[in-house]
């Protein structure tokens, strides 16, 4: 019966060892996923800043070139070339961004 009690202390104290362990690495799974979660995040949010700075830009320099269409500086080819320009660089941001996954 001796055996038995001190098999019974090893089994318990060895639950409790690994429920320990358990506890431990549960919380760093949680670290880990916390961790992952703001840093993905924080990408998202400099990403949509990022994006809205290269909108406004875009905006400020479309407008510039409707003050410079209206005073007849620049043909309609010159403005059409421009146009096919912009159009091919935000293709460009566009497939760079959705192959970083943004």
């Known amino acids: 019966m001796i055996e ?3 098999n019974s202390e090893n089994r318990s104290s060895f639950f ?8 431990f ?3 760093l799974f949680g670290m880990a ?3 992952f979660t703001t840093i993905g995040s924080i990408k998202i949010q400099l990403a949509e800043k990022a994006e809205s700075a290269l909108v406004k830009t875009i905006d400020m320099k ?11 500086r620049i043909s309609k080819d010159q403005f059409f ?3 096919t320009s912009i159009e091919s660089r935000l293709s460009r941001i566009e497939f760079y961004l959705a192959e970083k996954g943004i």
Do not use: C
């Not at 409790?16 to 506890?23: A, D, G, H, W, Y």
């Not at 479309?62 to 410079?68: F, I, Q, R, Y």
């Open 4 to 6: 038995l009690n001190g």
């Open 16 to 23: 409790r060892l690994n429920k320990t362990v358990i506890n």
């Open 25 to 27: 690495v549960v919380v």
């Open 33 to 35: 996923a916390a961790y």
């Open 62 to 72: 479309l407008a510039e070139l409707e003050t410079v269409i209206v005073e007849n």
């Open 81 to 83: 070339q421009f146009q």
